[in-house]
């Protein structure tokens, strides 16, 4: 009853047989390999397999999602795999001009969170939304130099970090367990802090150079000083020309210098009004 029907789609009605030519655009379920096909002017073909112009008809794609004009490509599983056919593998995302937005955005429950990539500019970006604002700036590297800014857009060196919050106050904390130092600066000063009575050591050529104790006795040279400033070695100070000695009212009583007046270096004492010799060596 088929004969001289090849290809065609055979429908039983009535006891008799119906025959149906297969149209472009038709499709049919292939059940031994389980592959859905589609009907084009050259024959049946995998719907995977299609030439390119035959992807390019494809508005819209949702899988286990629905797609819509603006997320064309929808897709909703645990997991997506991408995998290099030859090794590698690049995802790129492309923008028209250097004023539109070329970045992955992250989201909790449909509502930004962050966003990496290009925003509005030729710098890589990485913008988070704080306080349930808007996405604001938290680094950045710059195109043109490649510097490093931390709540700045405009990092000016290889690595700036600025106040965030306006507070007037910016801080680089360093943690190792409960111990904190802090390296920052404020409005009225510059400032290095450590905490749990730990000193600040500075280190020169692999040897510790200067320490600050937790009490604030200085040691240089020495690793536990055992008074205000205690020195390892000679210690030298400026010899001013005895017209030249600082006005005693400004630098205060205690202060010591030394003096040169042409025929002895002498040692001063300042009392806060006048310079007193303590004592007094013959060139």
């Not at 064309?72 to 030859?86: D, H, K, Q, Y």
């Not at 070329?102 to 939304?129: H, K, M, W």
């Not at 030394?258 to 310079?275: R, V």
Request: net charge negative; hydrophobic share 40%; glycine share 14%.
């Amino acid at each position: 009853a088929w004969a001289g029907h090849e290809g065609e789609i055979a429908l039983r009605r009535d006891g008799a047989w119906l025959f149906l030519a297969p149209a472009e655009g038709w499709c049919a379920l292939d059940r031994a390999r389980g592959v859905l096909m589609l009907r084009g002017a050259a024959g049946w073909r995998d719907l995977a397999e299609l030439p390119d112009a035959g992807r390019d008809d494809l508005a819209r794609l949702g899988i286990n999602a629905k797609a819509d004009p603006v997320n064309r490509l929808a897709v909703r599983a645990p997991a997506s795999l991408f995998v290099g056919e030859t090794g590698s593998h690049r995802l790129t995302v492309s923008k028209g001009a250097a004023g539109d937005t070329a970045a992955l955005l992250f989201q909790t429950d449909y509502a930004a969170r962050a966003e990496i990539g290009l925003c509005g500019d030729d710098n890589l970006s990485l913008r988070v939304a704080r306080d349930g604002g808007g996405l604001a700036p938290a680094l950045t590297v710059a195109r043109a130099s490649g510097n490093v800014g931390i709540g700045t857009t405009e990092p000016g060196a290889e690595l700036e970090v600025s106040d965030t919050n306006g507070d007037g106050d910016c801080r680089l904390q360093l943690r190792t367990g409960n111990e904190i130092a802090q390296f920052g600066v404020s409005t009225t000063q510059v400032f290095i802090d450590t905490t749990d009575e730990k000193p600040f050591v500075l280190y020169g050529n692999g040897a510790s150079r200067l320490i600050v104790g937790a009490s604030g006795a200085v040691g240089i040279g020495v690793l536990e000083p055992t008074a205000r400033l205690h020195v390892d070695g000679a210690m030298r100070c400026t010899v001013y020309p005895a017209e030249s000695l600082p006005d005693p009212a400004s630098i205060g009583p205690g202060a010591i210098a030394f003096s040169d007046n042409g025929t002895a270096i002498s040692q001063l004492f300042c009392d806060g009004q006048k310079w007193v010799t303590v004592m007094s060596s013959n060139k």
